[in-house]
């Protein structure tokens, strides 16, 4: 086993280690700083590499209208930069400095950091909103960590986000798609109002491209405002970095399983290297919970070592306890093993890890503006997110990096930078967020990086056929204004309102918060029998949707019980959360003048709402498939009915989907029958164009 493995040629980084010792010994306090004291609460805070800038950061916000800050993860720019506005005043007299991120689990684990640090309760001073989660005082709250996304819905309430007096906008390297829309619509706000601070934050170099992004606003700003508001030229500052050299290993021989590469590699280090913690990059709750599984049942056969390994799984929409364990120290004699998606590349910072294995893949996803399919797809990562995850390894002392791909593919196909997440999108939520804003020329909105025509055209095709623009592209009244209003995918939203008319938006509310979430499933390997066998008490020849209904039922029948839960193999906290969406939703469409009412039974009201959303998503059996071959309407692409779906094997003629995902195959998450002739009927314009595809 130890032949498989090939130290990389790459030189390890050289970095300052001057104060590994002091660095060393902070570390294994930093982790639960409540137990410290104030005292320690302090030094930690001024170890972090970020506190020598501190002076030259609150310089060149009070002086630029735009800091570009490029620091290493873990350096403190998350959570020590807030920190210092405030010091210095940037919270005074009712305003708030925002912190935003594209993960909701960061800005949980951020929020709650903060507050621990300031020594106040999470929900006062220092808040957070993430989607049908607001934890923040309208009073009280100074410093507000919140997603990309909530801050861009908060401004169709408020188009210049006038309480922020400094907007800090985190993670910028990761280019998600909210980041973009984000920083071509504060670098509008910000001519209208210079005394705005915006702070660019991000992990990894492309400063230069942030910075020209922002310069090219000065010509707007006219010459009026020169010598009085801040300096228009955004400032740069790097904070030097502290980690510690990682040395590469590569595969001698391209893996065929990076799963059972990752549980072998990490019972390799465990059995020949010294103590110091496992970090584990994979791609999503499947693959995660299967190592976890076989990691888990390994320790607990205490094959030699294994038996001191604490095996932890890290993926969005993992409860706050369990967030809470993989964060805290790990006890002695113990090897922490944490299972992650890219989350922990740069979002989060774990003390204690020495050993990094990564799989060099991520879930990401695609869209084709020509098959009209977004996917998602477990995909290569690029060279500097691989160079990410290694640096995960060198925090507290020197560390190995494992990577489950050969060196000759490291080098020779990697690329090296990713693509933004917005040039490989649907573009459907973002046009409808930017007409929402008044945004009304979208090709030419000053983008970070432009989206492609296609797929401009292609949404604003689909919010045609929806109804939510009119012929000249703009929001109609009221749909177009309601589909906006609501915080759910447009397509979900349209759900909503069409059900209101059929009668069943009961039904409709459920549906769009069981499709909020990931799965009300219980998840895990090896329980797949007992899982489908739950699966059939509820399942609805109707398809997903309504199987969603029964078991929302049902759960409400059982008093909303854990053990009702935990005996159909449905996840308790999945439905808890499914029932606190589902309450805002009730108070949202209240509020839009939706009168709540149940079909009482009549399913065929609720798969023709199900349609008023998704027709563009319909898809027909090949009619001599053996395999259960569908292609959909509009693009005649092969996809196929996803094993998890109770309509697996059913195979029914006319379906149509929720979303899709990539493995083999492209599999149909969510789907429910339909008749072909409620396509026309919800969508004309639509369907009229199918020629090639007659009904
Ligand atoms: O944003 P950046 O990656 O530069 O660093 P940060 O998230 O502000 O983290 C700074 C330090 O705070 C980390 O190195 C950790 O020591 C500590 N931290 C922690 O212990 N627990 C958290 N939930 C967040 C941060
Ligand atoms: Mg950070």
């Known amino acids: 086993m130890s032949q498989f493995w090939k130290p990389g040629t790459e030189k390890p980084r050289i970095l300052d280690d001057e104060e590994g010792g002091v ?92 507050a621990e640090e300031m020594s106040v309760k999470l929900g006062e001073e220092v808040g957070y909103t993430i989607r049908f989660e607001d934890i923040t005082d309208a009073d009280a709250t100074r410093i507000k960590f919140l997603t990309d996304g909530v801050l861009l819905r908060e401004m169709m309430d408020d188009p210049l986000l006038t309480k922020y007096s ?56 006219g010459l009026e405002s020169e010598d009085l508001g801040p300096s228009m030229e955004p400032a740069i500052l790097s904070v030097e970095g502290r980690g ?41 709750q499947d693959d995660i919970d299967a190592v976890v599984k076989m990691l888990t049942e390994e320790t607990q056969n205490s094959r030699k070592n294994s038996s001191g390994l604490i095996v932890l799984p890290l993926y969005s929409g993992l409860s706050r306890s369990e967030q809470d364990l993989i964060f805290s120290p790990t006890p002695r004699g113990k090897r922490k093993v944490v299972i992650s998606t890219n989350i922990a590349e740069t979002s989060l910072t774990l003390e204690g890890i ?57 080098m020779n196909e990697m ?88 009668g069943c938006s009961e039904e409709a509310i459920t ?66 959360k499914v029932m606190e969406i589902r309450e805002q939703l009730r108070r949202i469409t209240l509020r839009l003048g939706i009168v709540l009412k149940s079909s009482e039974g009549d399913m065929q009201v609720v798969r023709k709402a199900v349609t008023a959303g998704f027709f563009a998503n319909a898809c027909r059996l090949e009619p001599f498939s053996h395999n259960g071959m569908y292609k959909t309407i509009r693009g005649s692409q092969e996809v196929y009915i996803h094993p998890s779906s109770v309509l697996f094997r059913v195979n029914p003629k006319w379906v149509v989907y929720h979303s899709v995902v990539s493995t083999d195959r492209q599999y149909m998450r969510n789907v429910i029958t339909i008749d072909p002739s409620w396509l026309t009927e919800a969508a004309p314009h639509f369907y009229q164009q199918q020629r090639q595809n007659p009904m």
């Open 23 to 114: 660095l060393f010994l902070s570390s294994s306090f930093s982790s639960s700083a409540s137990g410290y004291g104030f005292a320690n609460i302090e030094k930690q805070r001024q170890r972090l590499p970020v506190y020598k800038y501190r002076t030259a950061i609150l310089y060149l916000v009070e002086t630029h209208a735009t800091t570009i800050i490029v620091g290493e993860t873990g350096s403190g720019k998350t959570t020590q930069i807030p920190q210092y506005l405030k010091e210095a005043g940037w919270a005074d007299g009712g305003r708030v400095i925002a912190c935003t991120q594209p993960r909701r689990l960061a800005v949980q684990a951020v929020a709650s950091r903060v």
């Open 511 to 576: 549906i769009a918060a069981v499709l909020s979430i990931q799965s009300i499933w219980f998840s895990g390997r090896g329980v797949q029998k007992q899982l489908d066998e739950a699966k059939l008490r509820f399942a609805a020849a109707e398809g997903d949707h309504v199987t969603f209904l029964n078991i929302y039922k049902g759960f409400l029948h059982s008093g909303k019980s854990s053990q009702w839960c935990h005996k159909n193999f449905i996840n308790y906290h999945a439905m808890k």
């Open 415 to 502: 690329s090296a930078e990713g693509i933004p997440e917005i040039q490989r999108s649907n573009l459907v939520d973002c046009v409808i967020q930017l007409k929402a804003l008044g945004i009304d020329n979208i090709l030419g909105f000053d983008w970070p990086a432009s989206p492609s025509p296609e797929a401009m055209i292609r949404a604003l095709e689909v919010l045609y056929s929806l109804g939510v623009l009119d012929n000249d592209a703009k929001l109609t009244s009221p749909v177009g204004f309601q589909v906006a209003e609501i915080p759910l995918e447009p397509m979900i939203s349209k759900m909503i309102l069409a059900s209101s008319e059929l």
């Open 244 to 284: 510690f050299n990682v040395q590469i290993h590569y595969v001698e021989e391209p893996v065929q399983d990076y799963v059972q590469a990752s549980v072998s590699t990490v019972l390799l280090i465990n059995d020949q290297e010294p103590a110091g913690d496992i970090l584990v990059f994979l791609t999503g």
């Open 354 to 410: 020495v050993y990094v294995v990564d799989s060099g893949f991520s879930k990401q996803r695609f869209y084709n503006p020509i098959s009209d399919i977004e996917n998602l797809v477990v995909a290569p990562i690029s060279k500097a997110s691989a160079r990410q995850r290694a640096g995960r390894a060198g925090r507290i002392r020197p560390g190995k990096c494992y990577r489950l791909y050969t060196e000759e593919y490291f």
């Open 166 to 221: 400094v907007i800090m906008v985190d993670e910028a390297h990761e280019r998600s798609i909210s980041t973009d829309i984000l920083l071509g619509l504060l670098k509008k706000i910000q001519r209208r109002r210079p005394e705005l601070r915006l702070i660019i934050s991000s992990a990894t170099i492309e400063a230069r491209s942030m910075s020209d992004f922002f310069r090219s606003s000065k010509k707007h700003q």
